[in-house]
Each structure stands twice: as C-alpha cells, then as structure tokens.
C-alpha cells in the first residue's frame, strides 16, 4: 500500500468526481434532486455555431461619426471610439438575451480599420425576427413628462381586442394560436400560458369564469386598472389593459385555514365631553357619563331584545342607530385594550359591568364567539391562458433632441465631493435647444433613452446654457462603473446608425450535427489507435499512458462543461492535437526510462531520472506551444481563437496527466516482480 501514494489517490477521487459532470446527458437522468447533483446535471457543454447550426450576423459599426465631430489628432478620440463599441457591444448582448437564444456568442472582430460585431445565434428559428431586433437603431433620444393623454392609443387598443376576442370566441380550439399571431397597435400584447389560480386581475369575475366549460372562452373583454402582477421569474410589475380568457381546467381542492379566536357582540356607548370621537352635540362631564350608564345597566334585561332597544335610544355610537349596537365579530386588536380585555373574558349572552376607554363609558353584551382552530374547507383552482392588451399610457414624450445634435459624454469626479460625474456636450444646434429644455423643466425630469430603452433621467435645477451639463447620481449616487455605463450608452446613442449588417450566414443543423458526429468519430478513432500502438511499442508503460489519457478526457469534458466555453470544429482541433503532445511528453519519458533500465539502473531510480532527463524536453516544448497559442489568441479571428484556447487548455492538462499522473502510476510498480519483466516493460530491463 506504500506505493499508493497520496497523490494517486487524490487523483483518483478527483477524476471520479469529475466523471460524473463529465457523463452524457442520458445516464444522469436518474440523480436524485439534491444540490451537487442537480448541479452536477445541468451541465452541459456548449456548442458553437458549426455544431449546433443556425445563423451569424455580421454587422460593421460605422465610426465615421467619431471622425467627423472630434479632432483625429486627439488622443481621446480613440478612446471615444473604443467606448462607443464597449456600448454597441453591451446593447446588442442585451438585445440577443431579450430574444431567448441560448448559447448566443457575441464577440467584436477587426477588420482592417473597421471595427465589426459577431453574432452567432445557434439554434435561431426567425432570422429577420433576429435582425429586426438585434439590428434596429440605436437612437439617443431625450424626453419629457408628457400629460397622459392616451384615448387614441385606447381606441386602437379596444378595436384589436375587440376583433381577437370574436375570432377566439367563433375558435376556442385554436386560441393559442389566435394569441400567439395577435398584434395591437401601439399596445403590447402579452401570451401567459397555464397559470394556475386565479390571477388578482380576474378578482371581480371569478363567478361567472369558473362556470365555463374547460376550453371555453370568457365572452367579455376584461378590463384591468393598475393591478400588480407577479411574473414567472418574481418580477413584480403594475399593468394596465384588456384580458381575454380562456379557461384551461378547473379543480377543487381541500384547504385547511387557521381560525383565530373572535366575538360577535353589541354595546352602549355613553359619551362625555372630550372623549375621542365625541360629537359637539354631546356636553354631559364624565361623572354624568358614568352615571348615565350605571343607570341604564340597573334597568332589568328580562327581555331579549331590550339591550337592542336600550342601544338605539342612549347609545352615542352611531352603529346604536343603524345596528341595534352591533359591532359584528371582531379579533384581538382590533377594538381598544380595554373593550377587548372585558369582551374575551365574557361568555355568550353576558352582560358586562361598566367599562372605561377613551371613548367614554360601555355596557357590552356578548352575542357570539368563535374558537381557535382549524377548518378543512373546498377551495377552486384553475388554470387559465390569457392575452393582455396593454392600454398604459407612456409618460415620455419627444422634445426632438436625439443623438444628432449630441457630441460625446465622458467621466469625471465632482471637485467638491469627490464622486463620480458624467459630463455630456452638445453641438451648437443641440445646445439652444438644452438651454430651452432646461428652462422648461427646471424640478421636472429629462429623461434619456437609447435604444427605446430608459437609462436615465435626471433631474433638471436650473437652466444650462452652452451645451454642457453635469450629471451627478441621485439615490443611490454613482459608482465608477454604473457612470462609465452611463456615458458609453449615451457614447452608443449619439450615432444615427452605428451597425450595419454587412453579412448573414446560416448554417442547417444538419450540417452542424454531421460535423459533430465525424470530429467525434475521427477523434475516438484517433484515441483507440493512439492506444493500441502504446500499449503494443511500451506495454505496461503504454497502458499506463492510457489511463492517464483517460484522466486527460474526463478533465477536458469536465472544463467544457462548468465553464461555458464554446465548443468549435477549430476548439475540437484544438483538442485533438493536445492529445498528440501529451504522447509525446509520455514517449520521451518512457525512452528515457528505458534507456536506465538497460544501463542497469533500478526501476525507481530509472523512472526517477526519466522524468528528470525528459522534465526539460517536455517543459520547453510545451511553453513555446503555449506562447504561439497566446500570440494566435491574441491576433486570430474567433475560429483562429477557438483553436488556440482550447490547444492551450489541453497542453496544461496533457503536461498535468504526463508528468503527475503517469509519474503515480508508474511508481505503483516500485518493488513488484513486473518492475524486473523485460517483455512488460517494452524490453527496457537489461539481462543479467
């Protein structure tokens, strides 16, 4: 057991953990749902676009804008350029991550002096869906509170709904389709399939809804004002529009709910003067209110409607008219402390002696209690499909200042604070018209949009002239970074149109699948007779070597994996060729040791000095692969870069598996009647 090293077993644990990431898909399918394992099985390995198939969109981003409004002799206008791709860059990463497609690379490529954006979408179904909104304008634009104005939209918004609820009325069966095809005008529409209960929304027609048929769909428009909704992933937003609904299917299910202790009763109110919620009509002091009511307890109860009667005729509490004094049933807190203390104590059909609040003398009669406790009861639950018509008013305007008349935005830090600041400059044009926003909208806001999309609106304090202006962060203030943000979005939007789609290539999934199924089958193929000329040249060595080959598979699969690198016929090139040099590194050991045993040398002390002799070899090959994936990284297009990472990833690992690995296993035979078998050892033990 001393020849099993620490190390081996360390090895060992190691790769066997990362086997189990590293297996396919279809044997995990039977982990039990605890966390390293659910984790261990949602691992999967990312293929790029030559894999997996589907679209790259190739747009150039036009910087002659740069050119034109700043001195090519700055040196910040490189900078100035550099940040407007930073920006570019970001949006349409936002964008592609609005679309839903998984696995989306986004990288920037030079081309010469012009700067292009990659998008490769594996997978993508609607490519001019894709375009239209990957593509569209990036638009600086800045807006003001408008009034709220919105009866046209409604009158558009009203029409179209009108219209999809007789089709899916005359069509329940294709209702998801009706929803899925249905456009509004200036309204967004919103499919939400299967949400189980029912929605706050449909709160005043749960009646009539849970009387349809399963399938059937509700014959009136439902109108919802301002009502919070919770979405799938916990956002919670306020909505304003028009519903049609159809219902899905219907259960009843036992519910139990927790009863908490109450009581019903009545009471007299004898009021004084002062007294909290006491009318200007009532003058008597408190020791006329206390005899009052002492005087009204005294009168005898024989009859069961006489406290009735005594409430509407001297009560000073209005339910004494309306209610005969009845309060209802209430809970602990809800009446004042000294009314409950007496009301809780009570048994039904007693009659209190005199209780003091702050609102005067009472006499309280018990009518009713309900335990503490349990109740099982039936409650009914649905699940539903829905369209929403969004019928919310935007509350930005245009003011007609955009990117156009807009020069750059950068950093800086406030002299008197010392935080982080974004300045912005406009051209001539642009400035008269800030100057007149910003007379305008002193203590208003003026927002700012790229994109169509709100990133900031500042307040405005006083008017700016000259065209430049300072905005500081508000609550909480800006970060360094969340400024840089700011002024490369607004960098992004002074452009009136930054990308141009310059390429388009689509590549079928089939195509994809046949390349991924070859490269596996030529690198297996590679693997197996890589194995087979060690094992048959150096034996037990070579077997050895295999098995560290092994290792080598599970760690690549493993990194693959948990880091989300894409996997390219270039990256799987990459691999393959590591695969080569890490035979190699094992070939230069194994001669060297070899070359000892045959000298005479013991088996430790050759495996020893092979490593030693072979260290330098295999070290200095490496590096100088490892400084050309470096420098083809750095200066390679993305399928040069795909290659490079992933022959550098796997010259790490093959010099890990050939130096560590194969060294422990080796070391296993140390003193063993193997180590002195010539045939075993490829023929390296000199005769005696």
Same mark, same amino acid.
């Given at each position: 057991?001393?020849?099993?090293?620490?190390?081996?077993?360390?090895?060992?644990?190691?790769?066997?953990? @990362?086997?189990?990431?590293a297996?396919?898909? %279809?044997?995990?399918?039977?982990?039990?749902?605890?966390?390293?394992?659910?984790?261990?099985?949602?691992?999967?390995?990312?293929?790029?676009?030559?894999?997996?198939?589907?679209?790259? $969109?190739?747009?150039?981003?036009?910087?002659?804008?740069?050119?034109?409004?700043?001195?090519?002799?700055?040196?910040?206008?490189?900078?100035?350029?550099?940040?407007i791709?930073?920006?570019?860059?970001?949006?349409?990463? #936002?964008?592609v991550?609005?679309?839903?497609?998984?696995e989306?690379?986004?990288?920037?490529?030079n081309?010469?002096?012009?700067?292009?954006?990659?998008v490769?979408?594996p997978?993508?179904?609607?490519? #001019?869906?894709?375009?239209?909104?990957? /593509?569209k304008?990036?638009?600086?634009?800045?807006?003001?509170?408008?009034?709220?104005?919105?009866?046209?939209?409604v009158?558009?918004v009203?029409?179209?709904?009108?219209l999809?609820?007789?089709?899916?009325?005359?069509?329940?069966?294709?209702?998801?389709?009706?929803?899925?095809?249905?456009?509004t005008?200036?309204?967004?529409? !919103?499919?939400?399939?299967?949400? +189980?209960?029912?929605?706050?929304?449909?709160?005043?027609?749960l009646?009539?809804?849970?009387?349809?048929?399963?399938?059937?769909?509700?014959?009136?428009?439902i109108?919802e004002?301002?009502?919070?909704?919770v979405?799938?992933?916990?956002?919670?937003?306020?909505?304003?529009?028009?519903?049609?609904?159809?219902?899905?299917?219907? *259960?009843?299910?036992?519910?139990?709910?927790?009863i908490?202790e109450?009581?019903?009763?009545?009471?007299?109110l004898?009021?004084?003067?002062?007294?909290?919620g006491?009318?200007?009509?009532?003058? %008597?002091?408190? #020791?006329?209110?206390? *005899?009052?009511?002492?005087?009204?307890?005294?009168?005898?109860? +024989?009859?069961?409607?006489?406290?009735?009667?005594?409430?509407?005729?001297?009560s000073?509490?209005?339910?004494?008219?309306?209610? *005969?004094?009845?309060?209802?049933?209430?809970?602990?807190?809800?009446?004042? *402390?000294?009314?409950?203390?007496?009301?809780?104590?009570?048994?039904?059909?007693?009659?209190s002696?005199?209780?003091?609040?702050?609102f005067?003398?009472?006499?309280i009669?018990?009518?009713?209690?309900i335990?503490?406790?349990?109740? !099982? !009861?039936?409650?009914?639950?649905? =699940?539903?499909?829905?369209?929403?018509?969004?019928?919310?008013?935007?509350?930005?305007?245009?003011?007609?200042?955009?990117?156009?008349?807009?020069?750059?935005?950068?950093?800086?830090?406030?002299?008197?604070?010392?935080?982080?600041?974004?300045?912005?400059?406009?051209?001539?044009?642009?400035?008269?018209?800030?100057?007149?926003?910003?007379?305008?909208?002193?203590?208003?806001?003026?927002?700012?949009?790229?994109?169509?999309?709100?990133?900031?609106?500042?307040?405005?304090?006083?008017?700016?002239?000259?065209?430049?202006?300072?905005i500081?962060?508000?609550?909480?203030?800006?970060?360094?970074?969340?400024?840089i943000?700011?002024?490369n979005?607004?960098?992004?939007?002074?452009?009136?149109a930054?990308?141009i789609?310059s390429?388009?290539?689509? &590549?079928?999934?089939?195509?994809?699948?046949?390349? $991924?199924?070859?490269?596996?089958?030529?690198?297996?193929?590679?693997?197996?007779?890589l194995?087979?000329?060690?094992?048959?040249?150096?034996r037990? @060595? /070579?077997?050895?070597?295999?098995?560290?080959?092994?290792?080598?598979?599970?760690?690549?699969?493993?990194v693959?994996? =948990?880091?989300?690198?894409? @996997? =390219? $016929?270039?990256?799987?090139?990459?691999?393959?060729?590591?695969?080569? @040099?890490?035979?190699?590194?094992?070939i230069?050991?194994? +001669? %060297?040791?070899?070359?000892?045993? %045959?000298?005479?040398?013991?088996y430790?002390?050759?495996?020893?000095?092979?490593f030693?002799?072979?260290?330098s070899?295999?070290?200095?090959?490496?590096?100088?692969?490892?400084?050309?994936?470096? &420098?083809?990284?750095?200066?390679?297009?993305s399928?040069?870069?795909?290659?490079?990472?992933? $022959?550098?990833?796997?010259?790490?690992?093959?010099?890990?598996?050939?130096?560590?690995?194969?060294?422990?296993?080796?070391?296993?035979?140390?003193?063993?009647?193997?180590?002195?078998?010539?045939?075993?050892?490829?023929?390296g033990?000199?005769?005696?």
């Open positions: 057991m001393k020849r099993f090293s620490k190390g081996l077993g360390l090895i060992i644990v190691a790769t066997l953990l @990362m086997a189990v990431v297996l396919p898909a %279809r044997y995990k399918t039977g982990f039990p749902d605890v966390p390293v394992l659910s984790w261990a099985k949602n691992q999967q390995i990312t293929l790029g676009l030559d894999l997996q198939g589907g679209t790259q $969109l190739d747009y150039r981003i036009d910087l002659r804008s740069v050119d034109e409004k700043n001195n090519d002799d700055d040196p910040d206008n490189d900078v100035i350029a550099q940040d791709v930073n920006g570019v860059l970001n949006t349409i990463e #936002e964008r991550n609005g679309l839903g497609v998984s989306a690379n986004i990288y920037v490529e081309f010469g002096d012009e700067k292009h954006i990659m490769e979408l997978g993508i179904k609607d490519i #001019e869906e894709a375009k239209a909104t990957v /593509g304008t990036i638009q600086l634009e800045f807006k003001e509170l408008g009034n709220g104005d919105n009866t046209e939209q009158a558009a009203q029409t179209e709904a009108d999809t609820l007789q089709e899916a009325l005359s069509e329940p069966e294709n209702f998801v389709a009706i929803a899925e095809a249905s456009v005008n200036d309204g967004k529409i !919103v499919f939400e399939p299967n949400q +189980e209960g029912f929605a706050s929304e449909l709160s005043g027609n009646a009539a809804i849970g009387e349809l048929e399963v399938g059937e769909v509700y014959p009136e428009l109108q004002s301002g009502n919070f909704v979405s799938s992933d916990g956002q919670i937003t306020q909505r304003q529009g028009l519903l049609i609904v159809q219902l899905d299917d219907k *259960e009843t299910r036992e519910n139990t709910i927790q908490q109450q009581v019903e009763a009545s009471h007299i004898i009021a004084y003067e002062g007294a909290d006491a009318t200007e009509e009532i003058t %008597r002091s408190e #020791e006329e209110a206390l *005899e009052e009511a002492e005087r009204i307890l005294s009168e005898p109860q +024989e009859d069961p409607d006489a406290f009735n009667e005594l409430a509407v005729e001297f000073d509490d209005p339910t004494g008219q309306a209610n *005969e004094g009845n309060l209802d049933f209430f809970t602990r807190g809800e009446m004042v *402390e000294e009314f409950e203390a007496a009301a809780f104590e009570m048994e039904i059909g007693d009659i002696e005199v209780v003091e609040s702050p005067g003398y009472h006499i009669k018990v009518t009713d209690r335990e503490e406790g349990e109740e !099982v !009861v039936d409650e009914d639950y649905v =699940t539903y499909s829905q369209i929403f018509y969004d019928t919310s008013a935007d509350p930005w305007v245009s003011t007609g200042l955009d990117g156009s008349k807009f020069n750059y935005a950068s950093t800086s830090y406030d002299p008197y604070t010392g935080a982080p600041v974004v300045n912005i400059q406009f051209d001539n044009e642009g400035a008269l018209m800030f100057e007149e926003l910003t007379e305008r909208l002193i203590d208003s806001q003026l927002a700012i949009f790229v994109g169509g999309e709100l990133i900031s609106a500042p307040a405005i304090n006083e008017k700016i002239i000259g065209g430049g202006a300072t500081s962060g508000g609550n909480p203030p800006f970060t360094l970074q969340s400024a943000n700011l002024a979005d607004l960098n992004t939007g002074a452009i009136d930054p990308i789609l390429g388009q290539y689509t &590549i079928s999934a089939s195509l994809g699948a046949d390349a $991924l199924s070859l490269s596996i089958y030529a690198g297996l193929i590679g693997l197996i007779a194995a087979i000329f060690m094992v048959l040249y150096y037990l @060595m /070579g077997f050895f070597a295999v098995m560290a080959l092994g290792v080598y598979s599970v760690i690549i699969l493993f693959l994996k =948990t880091t989300g690198i894409v @996997m =390219t $016929l270039a990256g799987i090139a990459g691999i393959i060729l590591s695969i080569g @040099m890490a035979v190699d590194a094992n230069l050991i194994f +001669e %060297r040791s070899k070359e000892e045993l %045959r000298n005479g040398a013991s430790n002390a050759a495996i020893i000095t092979g030693e002799r072979a260290w070899s295999i070290r200095d090959s490496n590096v100088s692969s490892l400084i050309t994936c470096v &420098i083809l990284f750095g200066f390679g297009n399928i040069i870069k795909g290659f490079a990472l992933m $022959l550098g990833i796997g010259i790490l690992v093959s010099m890990f598996t050939a130096i560590y690995v194969t060294r422990a296993l080796l070391h296993t035979l140390s003193g063993t009647k193997v180590s002195k078998n010539r045939f075993l050892l490829g023929g033990v000199k005769k005696n």
